[in-house]
Antibody
Framework: QITLKESGPTLVEPTQTLTLTCTFSGFSLTTSGVGVAWIRQPPGKALEWLALIYWNDDRRYSPSLRSRLTIMKDTSENQVVLTMTNMDPVDTGTYFCARVLPSATLAYWGQGTLVTVSS | FILTQPHSVSESPGKTVTITCTRS????????VQWYQQRPGSAPTTVIYEDNQRPSGVPERFFGSIDSSSNSASLTISGLKAEDEADYYC????????FGGGTKLTVL
């Protein structure tokens, strides 16, 4: 059974750095073609892709947020960590992680974690 | 590239509805298109992957296709049920993940 779960702070102050962890089970990030992506969704708005890391450490970032994002993996712990710097209230939303297949299908999603940016 | 979806569609129970997803540049067939259903308060789930494949558990009422002439993908849902009311997102790739803006389906 494949599961993913996001964890991290629920409240972040403006200008701070957000660190989120995706802990997964049921698959390995050492398997060829597999990746883990981060996606966010502001309240009432559309899904927005943030970052993606593959089994071979290939990393992709949203062009509009590239300067603020870092994605890393810990295959021994089955975790993927996303950091986002210089948080702003517009970054408030639910952050999801998802398993990515070679076809680029986001096949399994975590439940999401709500992050609020406020002082 | 960007993927453009209608903001909303509505139809009556039992009817058929089609949601389109138009790719702005590059061929629609050059990378797979996926469709996700998202109900309020829940994470998205896959209803179509690799243009036209249904995951196990997704009813045959859900049908995916692509049309190179219009450079678009479509999700067609037949025999609409109240439970189909949700937001639907198309998604493709190049060189990162690209989502459409989402379509709110209302089953009247």
């Amino acid at each position: 059974q494949i599961t993913l779960k996001e964890s991290g702070p629920t409240l972040v102050e403006p200008t701070q750095t957000l660190t989120l962890t995706c802990t997964f089970s049921g698959f390995s990030l050492t398997t060829s073609g597999v990746g883990v992506a981060w996606i966010r969704q502001p309240p009432g708005k559309a899904l927005e892709w943030l970052a993606l890391i593959y089994w071979n450490d290939d990393r992709r970032y949203s062009p509009s947020l590239r300067s603020r994002l870092t994605i890393m993996k810990d295959t021994s712990e089955n975790q993927v960590v996303l950091t986002m710097t210089n948080m702003d209230p517009v970054d408030t939303g639910t952050y999801f992680c998802a398993r990515v297949l070679p076809s680029a299908t986001l096949a399994y999603w975590g439940q999401g974690t709500l992050v609020t940016v406020s002082s | 590239f960007i993927l453009t979806q209608p903001h909303s569609v509505s139809e009556s129970p039992g009817k058929t509805v089609t949601i389109t997803c138009t790719r702005s540049s590059g061929g629609i067939a050059s990378t797979y298109v996926q469709w996700y259903q998202q109900r309020p308060g829940s994470a998205p789930t896959t209803v179509i992957y690799e243009d036209n494949q249904r995951p196990s558990g997704v009813p045959e009422r859900f049908f995916g296709s692509i049309d190179s002439s219009s450079n678009s993908a479509s999700l067609t849902i037949s025999g609409l049920k109240a439970e189909d009311e949700a937001d639907y997102y198309c998604q493709s790739f190049g060189p990162g993940v690209v989502f459409g803006g989402g379509t709110k389906l209302t089953v009247l």
